[in-house]
């Protein structure tokens, strides 16, 4: 008996709100707190972007990579890690949750306490999107751009199903890396070596 396996793009459900109704900071934070089995996104243009919940295999392999940015992080204490559960509010107006994020600890003290309670108005220094097996490359690689473009000074796109690392900086053009054994970090998180065999 052969068994097929038919695999679709996972793409996210927009929808649109404006004009019809306007939803407040503090209405999607509210909304968000009451759908926490969902991922839910808003774009610069104000529409909800909801998304399902990944994969186990995925879920694991972001948390391999999580683990590893947060033990550098306690290590190198210049900064403050984030994984996907946290959203940010960036200075297009979009409301985005990375796989995993880290700024500097200047950048997170210069918050208020009820802002970092929140979806923090502040761009990270670094985010991380990983490639679900049904994710749309060309959709991650607009939010990585998207990301580049609203002050974010590295982020990387992993592709788990190419085995590809695509290095986004600013005002540089995109390096994809062919399976990697390791990526760097450097200069943005100096000595960060993530190690790809538990993300592969």
Not at 147 to 165: C, E, F, H, M, T
Not at 180 to 200: A, E, N, R
Request: hydrophobic share 35%; aromatic share 8%.
């Amino acid at each position: 008996m052969i068994t097929t396996t038919l695999e679709t793009e996972n793409i996210p459900l927009v929808l649109q709100l404006s004009p019809a109704i306007a939803i407040t900071d503090e209405q999607f934070f509210a909304l968000c707190q009451l759908n926490r089995d969902y991922r839910l996104e808003r774009n610069a243009k104000g529409e909800l972007v909801i998304m399902s919940p990944t994969g186990s295999e995925t879920g694991n392999r972001n948390a391999k990579l999580t683990q590893q940015l947060g033990n550098w992080t306690d290590e190198n204490r210049t900064g403050i890690n984030f994984d996907f559960s946290t959203g940010f509010k960036l200075p297009n107006g979009a409301d985005r949750s990375p796989d995993a994020a880290w700024m500097t600890l200047a950048k997170w003290n210069s918050l208020t306490e009820e802002q970092k309670t929140r979806f923090a108005p502040i761009c990270p220094d670094f985010v991380v999107e990983m490639r679900s097996p049904s994710d749309s490359l060309q959709s991650l690689q607009d939010k990585l751009q998207e990301y580049i473009d609203n002050g974010v000074k590295l982020a990387w796109l992993i592709d788990r199903k190419n085995s590809q690392v695509y290095i986004y900086r600013p005002q540089t053009e995109v390096k994809c890396l062919d399976n990697p054994m390791t990526v760097s970090g450097d200069p943005v998180l100096p000595g960060f070596q993530l190690q790809m065999k538990t993300i592969w």
